[in-house]
T-cell receptor, first 117, second 116 residues
Framework: GAGVSQSPSNKVTEKGKDVELRCDPI?????LYWYRQRLGQGLEFLIY????????KSGLPSDRFSAERTGESVSTLTIQRTQQEDSAVYLC???????????????FGPGTRLTVL | AQKITQTQPGMFVQEKEAVTLDCTYD???????LFWYKQPSSGEMIFLIY??????QNATEGRYSLNFQKARKSANLVISASQLGDSAMYFC?????????????FGTGTRLQVTL
């Protein structure tokens, strides 16, 4: 079946512009996650959606970052007034609903490489 | 304080040899999960293996095994019979099963290079 897809695969933008990144999770996956990976570093958690629950936004680095998800489908991550430090690969992942004591593998998309000039 | 520590920024191993990638973690929770992911140069994250904190036996998946030492809070990945295709970044991650906690906390990774 289809995996997690993300678009665009690459985005180059000028400092100060807004960007929107899109994630299509695996069908049936109620949980969706956004991560950021700066060059040569590990993944930083940004935000998590689980069904209709309030999202966990604890990882968003500033109020320039926001994300939306409609139901259990597509999610968009928006970065307003981009800065050069926002340059990174933004990875989306999805999984089945989180349940304690169970293994909930997160399936990752290929990422969007964002370059802010 | 870092929750996941990977102290080896880079490792070399000869083809067909075994290699251990270190991972230590810090949590006060009793329930958590530990994951290893592989990230080749193409960038995708590939799940390798999972260990639950209550699992009594070490997890194994083919050539991958997880050496879980709960008292030491370590979850080292062992790759047996290394192959050239194993060359990649390897990330250890932890999920804490408290409340609505769901995110994975990743270490900084270890770059593994398999040589002939």
């Amino acid at each position: 079946g289809a995996g997690v897809s993300q678009s665009p695969s690459n985005k180059v933008t000028e400092k100060g512009k807004d960007v929107e990144l899109r994630c299509d999770p695996i069908s049936g996956h109620t949980a969706l996650y956004w991560y950021r990976q700066r060059l040569g570093q590990g993944l930083e958690f940004l935000i998590y959606f689980q069904g209709n629950s309030a999202p966990d936004k604890s990882g968003l680095p500033s109020d320039r970052f926001s994300a939306e998800r409609t139901g259990e489908s597509v999610s968009t991550l928006t970065i307003q007034r981009t800065q050069q430090e926002d340059s990174a690969v933004y990875l989306c992942a999805s999984s089945l609903a989180l349940r304690r004591f169970t293994y909930n593998e997160q399936f990752f998309g290929p990422g969007t490489r964002l370059t802010v000039l | 304080a870092q929750k996941i520590t990977q102290t080896q920024p880079g490792m070399f191993v000869q083809e067909k040899e075994a290699v251990t990638l270190d991972c230590t973690y810090d949590t006060s929770d009793q329930s958590y999960g530990l994951f290893w992911y592989k990230q080749p140069s193409s960038g995708e994250m590939i799940f390798l293996i999972y260990q639950g904190s209550y699992d009594e036996q070490n997890a194994t998946e083919g050539r991958y095994s997880l050496n879980f030492q709960k008292a030491r809070k370590s979850a080292n990945l062992v790759i047996s019979a290394s192959q050239l295709g194993d060359s990649a970044m390897y990330f250890c991650a932890m999920r804490e099963d408290t409340g609505t906690a769901s995110k994975l906390t990743f270490g900084t990774g270890t770059r593994l290079q398999v040589t002939l």
